[in-house]
Every structure is written in C-alpha cells, then in structure tokens.
Nanobody
Framework: VQLQASGGGLAQAGGSLRLSCAVSGSIFSINVMGWFRQAPGKEREFVAAISWSGGSTYYTDSVKGRFTISRDNVKNTVYLQMNSLKPEDTTVYYC??????????????????WGQGTQVTVSN
C-alpha cells in the first residue's frame, strides 16, 4: 500500500485547507484510513479516521466540529477538510492506513502504512 498526501500549505487563522491522500496498491489489506499530526518536540497525535467500507468517522476532541474526514472509494482518496483553523493546528500531518480495531482507533502503532508528511501552517 502506498499513500500520497497533498494539500498542505499556509492559511490564516479562521481559514480553511483541505488535505488529500491517495491510496494505491493492496487496498484490500486496509479497512481504516486517517490522519495523525506531530509538532516539533511533541508526541504524534491522532487527528481523524474513517472506515473504508462503512464510512464511520472518528475525531480527536480538539478538531471536532472544525475538521471533516471523508473518502472517495472510486478515486481511492481520503480527504481532511480543515475549517476554522487555529495557530495550534500548525504542524506536519501524516496520512495513515491500516486495520485498527474501533476501540483502538487512535493508536498509531496499529496503522501499518504511513504517507509522507505535509506541512500545515496557520498564521494569526
């Protein structure tokens, strides 16, 4: 499985950005795709995830109501729409894929595949 992330960039506080992650290869080997983020000197943090088949979504509390994760099964792409951006959202975002169980959806070690990071910078 290969993951290709895109869409990061610079936004002003209160603005929006959309991240995309195209997946290719043995897609049958995954059932969840999502996003993590990691700021310098901080631990990696779960952001959001979506089940590939049923479309169930999961979010960390800090992004609920602002971020929306979605998927396009035809294009094999997952999106992260980020609205009402805050300076604290500034960091590198990583697209992930794997087969985590629902009760452990936020555990990074359960995601087998990781894309390259994409930088998101939010200015005041």
């Amino acid at each position: 499985v290969q993951l290709q992330a895109s869409g990061g960039g610079l936004a002003q506080a209160g603005g929006s950005l959309r991240l995309s992650c195209a997946v290719s290869g043995s897609i049958f080997s995954i059932n969840v795709m999502g996003w993590f983020r990691q700021a310098p000197g901080k631990e990696r943090e779960f952001v959001a995830a979506i089940s590939w088949s049923g479309g169930s979504t999961y979010y960390t509390d800090s992004v609920k109501g602002r971020f929306t994760i979605s998927r396009d099964n035809v294009k094999n792409t997952v999106y992260l729409q980020m609205n009402s951006l805050k300076p604290e959202d500034t960091t590198v975002y990583y697209c992930v894929a794997g087969r985590p169980i629902t009760s452990a959806i936020m555990r990074e070690e359960l995601y087998t595949y990781w894309g390259q990071g994409t930088q998101v910078t939010v200015s005041n």
